[in-house]
């Protein structure tokens, strides 16, 4: 099974990028979708989590600034990253248990 996430690249510091997560339909609509992401050296970290009924979670530091969503019609979930900082550069995954997406790269210039 294959994620496939999309939608990075360069964004400035205060602007907005929204990011994909296509995954197969067998999964997608009966599981949580998360969002990770990783920076060289570090451990991966937990972004946000929507579930099938679309209750959200998101860690502290992004909270207010980032929405995850789910279009269960396309399979596909998403991360809009409003007001991104710096510290939000990174590798972005997306996974529906067990499974991993490829990840994208985002890098946010000051």
């Known amino acids: 099974v294959q994620l496939q996430a999309s939608g990075g690249g360069v964004v400035q510091h205060g602007g907005s990028l929204r990011l994909s997560c296509a995954a197969p339909g067998s999964i997608f609509s009966i599981k949580p979708v998360a969002w990770y992401r990783q920076t060289p050296g570090k451990q991966r970290e937990w972004v946000a989590t929507?579930?099938?009924?679309?209750?959200?979670d998101y860690r502290n530091s992004v909270k207010g600034r980032f929405i995850i969503s789910r279009d269960n019609a396309r399979n596909t979930a998403y991360l809009q990253m409003n007001d991104p900082k710096p510290e939000d550069t990174a590798v972005y995954y997306c996974?529906?248990?067990?499974?991993w997406g490829q990840g994208t790269l985002v890098t946010v210039s000051s």
């Open positions: 996974t529906v248990h067990p499974f």
């Open positions: 929507i579930t099938i009924k679309n209750n959200t």
